[in-house]
């Protein structure tokens, strides 16, 4: 577990959970959970002591969704799998990813890229106390059906965002009016002087032509709520957050 306090925005049936330089999704239906996502490797127990402070139990988890397979999204799953077994669900293109047989990850000859940025030395030290060294992978991930409502709690929608990774996704919840980003589209970032929707800074995305496209699906998802893997809620269209993204897209730049 970290030592950073747990921020709870509830949407409807769905919460954002900001912990340290992490956010993860939860989606009730009932007394039935789906996590989406799930920080760093020692945020296991702290993604545990959210679904706690919404009144349920590690047990009501019956799914597990993954935007994309790097370590500050699955790291925090791995650790909980370890104590409560379910699917394990991603897009296809993302599951030998997630299980390690390739990395799409920020390597250490790219972090100097960063560190001229302010705030990155310091979230460089906060993520490496995090367990972004220690790895992780899923060798449970199977891959859904595209375009199809999953059969979870909350019958979440994927929504095909390729670009930040080969397989990312992000997640429309239609009962909430709610997109779960991932890292497609964040609202905010350590590493990055911009406020807002916006792109990861460059050296994050492996694909900056794709990373941009991607925004296409989500303008064009029927939500008025974004919920990224970094920084807080936006409120407001989706077209004008990709808008807004596309405006300060020289950010990625290194």
């Not at 760093?40 to 545990?48: L, M, T």
């Not at 002591?49 to 799914?63: K, P």
């Not at 670009?163 to 964040?186: E, K």
Request: proline letters at 7%; a negative charge.
């Amino acid at each position: 577990m970290t030592n950073a306090d747990l921020s709870i925005t509830q949407i409807e049936n769905t919460y954002l959970i900001r912990c340290g330089h992490a956010n993860w999704v939860l989606v009730e239906e009932g007394s039935e959970l789906t996590l989406i996502d799930g920080g760093y490797p020692h945020n296991g127990a702290d993604v545990e002591r959210s679904i706690e402070q919404i009144g349920r139990r590690l047990e009501d988890v019956r799914a597990v969704l993954v935007t994309h397979a790097h370590v500050d999204h699955i790291g925090g799953i791995a650790n909980i799998l370890t104590r409560h077994q379910v699917p394990v669900l991603m897009d296809p293109l993302e599951v030998a990813h997630a299980k390690r047989e390739y990395l799409h990850q920020l390597s250490p000859v790219k972090v100097p890229l960063l560190l001229w940025r302010r705030g990155a030395p310091r979230w460089l030290f906060d993520v490496i106390r995090a367990g972004a060294l220690d790895g992780a992978e899923l060798p449970q991930a199977q891959g859904f059906t595209d375009g199809a409502a999953l059969d979870v709690p909350g019958r979440i929608v994927p929504v095909p965002t390729h670009g930040h990774t080969d397989g990312h996704s992000a997640y429309l919840i239609p009962n909430a009016g709610v997109i779960a980003s991932g890292d497609a589209l964040v609202t905010g970032h350590a590493t990055s002087s911009l406020a807002g929707p916006q792109f990861l800074v460059c050296p994050f995305n492996h694909d900056r032509a794709a990373t941009d496209t991607a925004l296409d699906n989500i303008s064009a998802a029927p939500a008025d709520v974004l919920l990224p893997g970094h920084g807080p809620v936006y409120r407001g269209p989706m077209t004008t957050a990709v808008e807004q993204a596309r405006a300060g897209r020289t950010s990625m730049r290194p």
